[in-house]
């Protein structure tokens, strides 16, 4: 199968490789709320915020595709939502003040803010690499990351931290 950068507006790419579009996982904390007119204590809606960090872009050079990307298989488990036999590692850099947003009528509100222009953020010079899951294995996730690879014009140098 042939792995591939799928492109996106705002200077967002992703991860596939196959059928497959991977994710960072995000770790998250559940909350029960109680939303009068929509649930109660014995059914209330569940609120899952992000417990990990998730504020990371992409650094791959496209060129070298085949040698940043790492597929590994592994043996089919009896819940493969849970353990997805199958993950992508990549290198990802974290991009300081790329935080999650309030909505403007409930603060406890938050939700993903569009992709950052890494222009004016800072850009970590550390590279990690990271283990991406396909999309359907993950509560929360990351699928389309801003792309802060140092190669190409110069839109996507990223300051370094």
């Known amino acids: 199968m042939q792995t591939a950068l799928s492109h996106w507006p705002d ?7 196959g059928p497959l579009v991977y994710s960072l996982p995000v770790k998250e904390e559940w909350t029960a709320l109680v939303i009068p007119r929509y649930s109660t204590s014995d059914f209330p809606c569940w609120n899952a915020m992000a417990a990990s960090s998730w504020n990371y872009g992409l650094a791959i050079d496209e060129e070298q595709l085949s040698s940043e990307i790492q597929v590994r298989r592994k043996p089919m488990t009896e819940d493969p939502w849970i353990e997805p036999p199958i ?7 974290k991009i300081e003040g790329w935080e999650l947003s309030a909505d403007e009528k409930d603060q406890n509100q ?3 803010p569009s992709l950052p222009d890494v222009t004016k953020h800072s850009v970590a010079a550390e590279t990690e690499r990271i283990a991406l899951v396909p999309y359907g294995a993950t509560h929360l996730r990351l699928t389309i990351f801003p792309d802060v690879s140092a190669s190409g014009d110069s839109t996507k140098a990223a300051k370094p931290v």
Do not use: D
Request: proline share 6%; net charge positive.
């Open 110 to 112: 938050k939700y993903t």
């Open 87 to 93: 993950i992508a590692t990549v290198p990802l850099k």
């Open 11 to 17: 200077n967002g790419v992703g991860v596939e490789h």
